[in-house]
């Protein structure tokens, strides 16, 4: 078990606009320490994505979470083989789930994976703020996670998983890994955020 490494102490990432450094200082890294996560530690990030909005108050995530070796070695077959080349070193492993209906009137809830991301992202910038990797996938075998997990597939929708531990030395990663192992950039804004009308890239 590894020491988990510092905090970086600068980021790559710089914003056309001032904005709090906790945005870019969050990313997804694939080098992660298998050094086990407190329980109050666990409970913090739950406890933040507890506090996330949500449409009508609906609150519709379901996280499900492995941080022992009895129940790690149960939901380390979700993760797709791609993703298990990093995956499997994370002491904490979260699967996301969103509510498809009202659970009262039974209608469609719209904005239930909205809601769901709201969560995810208050749980990763907690994690951040703790000094953790926070790392959500999309690949995984979500048709297993039902029976896996023991969630209705009826009443909910595979969302994700979430690799969480603090940083390693990306020497941890294999080799093809390890050179990718840098904070990505983003889109610029013109590209998404438009005003009055969205104006398709053709017509620009």
Known sequence: MEKPTPKDSFSLRVPDVEIDPMFLERWSRRSISDAPLS?????????AA??????????????????????????????????????LRAPLLVF??????????????????????????????????????T????????????DVLGVPESEFESMAAIAIGYPAAKDVLPEDLANRETPSQRKPQHEFAFHGRYVPPAAR
């Open 50 to 87: 507890r506090w996330a909005p949500s449409a009508s108050n609906s609150q519709p995530w379901l996280f499900v979470y492995a941080n022992d070796p009895e129940t790690l070695a149960n939901v380390r077959e979700l993760i797709r083989p791609s993703n298990q080349r990093w995956a």
């Open 39 to 47: 329980r109050d530690i666990v409970r913090a990030l739950f406890e």
């Open 96 to 133: 996301v789930f969103a509510r498809k209906f009202d659970p009262e009137t039974r209608q469609p809830l719209r904005t239930g994976a909205f809601d769901t991301g709201a969560a995810w992202f208050s749980l990763a910038l907690q994690g951040a703020k703790l000094g953790l990797v």
């Open 135 to 146: 790392h959500a996938m999309g690949g995984i075998h979500h048709e297993k996670t039902f």
